[in-house]
């Protein structure tokens, strides 16, 4: 049975990974910061921006816990904020936009004179933001083992490898999902998100004051 739920768990950490970086959802922005470059420079940004995510990703798993602690910040207080955090970026994705805690549009503007866009703001805080560095940490702070934290790095590299090819697909997908398409596929994975944010709250609030649980 506890087999079973580590699947579970995995599976629900890799569709949460998946929504919150929301590749489909950067296509367009994606695209605007490439309009000007070679299919071969597009490619490489794609590659650099991928692997980027990924050694992100990596690093929150196994170092965000330390960070916390040298902060001296409890995982309960850290999964209430990091819940108000994950559910503003839902409620920007159910309006299909970009959420400002993730990229604003200064960043934008800045982000269009510079030659290398792969690392910032691409990857980070386009893609691998604060949102995606919270949940990370939140999730493998619930992992009591080495081993599962090896797995979730895993899944990072899985995942950074399905970001690579969103966009190195991203000319074609744009035009084959439309606007109405991507911001479909962004307003689900906003709902998914919304959800495991109310659930990151319950669990931080119901940790500080345990006594709720028998009320």
């Keep these: ?118 690392v910032v703001p691409l990857a980070i805080p386009l893609l691998a933001g604060p949102g995606a560095i919270s949940l990370v940490i939140v999730n493998a702070e619930q992992m009591s083992h080495w081993t599962d934290k090896a797995m979730i790095s895993l899944v990072s590299v899985f995942l950074a490898g399905v970001v690579w090819i969103i966009l190195s697909l991203a000319v074609p997908l744009g035009k084959r999902l439309g606007t109405a398409g991507i911001n479909i596929a962004t307003r689900i994975m906003g709902l998914l998100l919304a959800a495991m944010a109310v659930q990151f709250i319950a669990n931080g609030l119901i940790a500080l004051f345990p006594a709720w649980t028998h009320v």
């Excluded at 970086?21 to 650099?48: D, F």
């Design 1 to 118: 049975m506890s087999h079973l739920l580590n699947w579970t768990e995995l599976l629900k950490d890799i569709v949460g990974m998946f929504a919150i970086l929301n590749p489909l959802g950067a296509i367009p922005i994606y695209l605007t910061m490439t309009a000007h470059k070679s299919i071969v420079e597009m490619r490489h940004i794609a590659a650099k921006a991928s692997i980027a995510v990924g050694v992100i990703l990596i690093i929150s798993i196994w170092a965000g816990n330390l960070l916390l602690q040298f902060f001296g910040i409890g995982m309960p207080a850290f999964r209430i904020a990091s819940g108000l955090l994950v559910m503003l970026i839902a409620i920007s994705m159910f309006q299909a936009k970009i959420s400002q805690a993730i990229h604003t549009h200064a960043e934008a503007l800045e982000a269009e004179d510079k030659e290398g866009i792969a």
